[in-house]
């Protein structure tokens, strides 16, 4: 059975686009086939952190309008056979979506992969609420600060009662998943602590993803962080985290400051 | 171990970040306000191809890779043998 996942966030820059490229790189790594939509019409950014940005020929809007066919749209990975990108337009904006064009996207998409992984825009608007608007479950990324836990909690808000699922008085699936987490400023309770986030949102925890500059090399290179350095630890939070998404009972570990002599000695931070 | 290999490796990516953007800014900053070059060139060679043979348009596939000097347009058109 084919599972809708929508990546959002109400906040931008959180690290959306990041996480799905990430989570849908594990779960295809993990032999699921998977396809991974940038709703983000208008300025779109996941073929760029997926290393497709030369590649783009149609989009998701020719998709939804007929201009084009899905086939034609898709975008194969050049690394993993079994991951697919649709990606989003640039010249179009957000009212270029209609709601009974997307759900004949996501109904064929369905039908042909494991796993769609929807990278929703920033904000609340139109753009946002399409992109969640077919999901099956839903993976809300916060960062550990009061305003995107603000936000966070409006997107979910949205996701138990625009969606189609909670429209029908269905579950909508919720999980939090806290990026950018760095254990010595929350140790110093600088920080907001898991506890703090899970308490206010009252939502399932997905993950912990620490903060890490493999997340800003893995951009450069074009490559999700999970395939680009798999040893990373924030690679290693993903790919746990899209273990508990293909419901596996990972535990949970809390990535403190384990830095190694040699990192000390030149001073760098948190791999 | 492996710090030390990051450590040497860790140099690579921001060059590699800026030649991405620069060949794809170079790109979009050219094409913004004209019409989509790829949807012309295909709607006007499936009029041609139309004009000698059926073709559905589900199969014809259409894969471009942009270079910073060439890019290549590819269209594969599968169409059946003449009875």
């Not at chain 1, 993993?80 to 004949?104: C, H, I, M, W």
């Given at each position: 059975?084919?599972?809708v996942v929508v ?111 929807c ?13 969640m608007r077919f999901a099956d479950e839903a ?24 969606t189609?699922k ?6 909508m ?99 | ?83």
């Amino acid at each position: 059975m084919a599972k809708v996942v929508v990546i959002t966030s109400g906040k931008g820059g959180v690290g959306k686009t990041t996480t799905t490229a990430a989570i849908g790189a594990a779960l295809a790594r993990a032999g699921k086939s998977v396809v991974v939509v940038d709703f983000d019409v208008g300025l779109r950014n996941l073929d760029l952190v997926m290393g497709a940005e030369r590649r783009v020929v149609f989009d998701l809007v020719n998709v939804v309008q007929g201009t084009a066919k899905l086939n034609q749209a898709l975008i194969r990975d050049k690394r993993l056979e079994n991951l697919y990108l649709l990606p989003a337009s640039q010249t179009r904006d957000k009212d270029a979506l209609t709601e009974e064009g997307v759900k004949v996207v996501i109904d064929e998409l369905r039908s042909r992969f494991d796993y769609v992984i929807c990278d929703s825009p920033a904000g609340i608007e139109r753009g946002a609420q399409m992109a969640m608007r077919f999901a099956d479950e839903a993976v809300i990324v916060t960062n550990p600060e009061v305003s995107s836990v603000r936000d966070s909690d409006r997107i979910i808000g949205l996701l138990d009662s625009r969606t189609l699922k909670a429209e029908r008085g269905e579950t909508m699936v919720k999980h939090v998943l806290i990026t950018r987490y760095d254990g010595a400023r929350a140790a110093r309770s600088e920080m907001l602590s898991i506890d703090d986030v899970l308490d206010i949102l009252s939502t399932t925890l997905l993950g912990i993803i620490p903060e890490s500059e493999g997340v800003l090399r893995a951009s450069n290179m074009g490559a999700p962080i999970t395939l680009n350095e798999p040893a990373n630890p924030a690679a290693k939070a993903y790919m746990e985290a899209a273990r508990r998404l293909l419901g596996e009972d990972v535990p949970m570990t809390l990535p403190s400051d384990r830095r190694g002599l040699l990192d000390r000695l030149l001073g760098r931070r948190a791999a | 171990m492996t710090n030390l290999l990051d450590f040497f490796k860790r140099r690579g990516s921001a060059p590699v970040a800026r030649e991405r953007l620069q060949v794809l800014l170079a790109y979009e900053r050219n094409n913004r306000n004209q019409p989509d070059l790829v949807a012309v060139l295909r709607e006007e060679i499936m009029a041609v191809i139309a004009r000698h043979m059926q073709i559905d348009q589900d199969d014809v596939q259409i894969s471009m890779d942009r270079g910073e000097t060439t890019s290549t347009l590819e269209i594969d058109i599968q169409f059946p043998n003449a009875a």
